[in-house]
């Protein structure tokens, strides 16, 4: 009976850590069938695979404090004023072209820097200061330029994240170092040993504050990057540019399997949760669902990642008990 109760969590296991991926399959036949020539042609699957990129970035930072642990509820602010302040380098030419594209990645990781020293150094809670910093750099963009949409980019600023085919190569590349660095690596070990049990990986010598500091540096270099690609992108920058990502970044984390209690989750597999979410936008404005009711869906999108999430922790600790019982040994 027991090992029939560890293969049966085994499978819901299984199932609801690739959830994600059915949920894609899902989410794109419901849309496939009310608007066949919006979602099935060629054209239109390259074009929501694209639109992943700009806000993939913003969930592969989250997705990397909530590894550890932690959370970033200012790393939507960051692209917003890293593309709003790279726009106005860029434009006004205040730096020769070629250097305007490290602009927005130079602030991003400043942001990330700060947030890292304030948690780290300081030792306030990350809620409220990813809060703080959060309003802050939003009052900040607004500041740079309140209501002014900047366009005219230079070429070479919007290669990167305009062009398709540097596009795709930049990102599927950052999400396969990335995997190699945190399933093979020392270093990407670490992070989850800090996310599942910050104390008892302190004792091993690892330096837990180290990490956390890492983690909220690449937090707002990734932050950064997705506001050049945002501006790439759109073509465009204002004062609204990735307005709202943040608890968006949260569900598409969360849905590719990272958990929210830190310490578990594949950083490749959240590319499922991206890309769920490029679909499930995409289909709602092929639909011509107003910007309001869309953020309802995307509120109810958050609640069902934390109770697929919830799920998963409670089948997973029964298959470990069931474990422990049979066999006298743990599994990761």
């Not at 300081?122 to 809060?131: A, D, E, K, N």
């Not at 070429?155 to 190699?180: K, M």
């Not at 690449?218 to 307005?243: C, H, I």
Request: hydrophobic share 55%.
């Amino acid at each position: 009976m027991k090992e029939k109760g560890i293969a049966s969590a085994k499978v819901w296991l299984f199932l609801l850590e690739n959830a994600i991926w059915i949920l894609i399959v899902i989410f794109y036949a419901i849309f496939a069938a009310i608007v066949p020539k919006g979602m099935l042609s060629p054209s239109m699957v390259l074009f929501i695979i694209y639109s992943c990129f700009p806000i993939g970035f913003i969930v592969i930072g989250q997705a990397i404090c909530l590894i550890t642990g932690n959370f970033d509820l200012s790393i939507g602010e960051i692209a917003g004023l890293t593309a709003m302040v790279g726009a106005v380098v860029a434009v006004q030419h205040i730096l020769p072209d070629p250097l305007t594209i490290l602009v927005p990645i130079a602030v991003g990781t400043l942001c990330g820097i700060l947030n890292a020293i304030l948690i780290t150094w300081l030792g306030l809670h990350p809620f409220l200061v990813t809060l703080g910093t959060g309003f802050a750099f939003d009052g900040l963009t607004l500041i740079v330029y309140p209501s002014v949409i900047f366009k005219g980019f230079p070429e070479i600023y919007l290669a990167i994240g305009g062009d398709y085919a540097v596009a795709f190569s930049v990102f599927f590349i950052t999400l396969l170092i990335l995997g190699i660095l945190f399933l093979r690596f020392r270093i990407g070990l670490r992070f989850y040993a800090v996310g599942s049990d910050p104390m008892a990986t302190s004792m091993t010598g690892i330096n837990v504050k180290k990490v956390i500091f890492l983690a909220y540096t690449l937090s707002g270099f990734f932050g950064g990057l997705s506001g050049l690609f945002y501006a790439g992108f759109l073509k465009s920058v204002s004062p609204l540019t990735a307005d709202g990502t943040v608890f968006i970044s949260f569900a598409a984390a969360v849905l590719g399997g990272i958990s929210i209690s830190g310490g578990r989750g594949n950083v490749v597999n959240i590319l499922g949760g991206i890309l769920c979410l490029s679909i499930f936008d995409y289909g709602l404005t092929m639909i011509k669902v107003s910007p309001y009711v869309r953020r309802v869906f995307y509120g109810v999108l958050v609640v069902v990642a934390l109770i697929v999430d919830k799920a998963r922790a409670k089948i997973r600790d029964r298959y470990m008990k069931s474990l422990r019982e049979m066999y006298g040994v743990e599994e990761f």
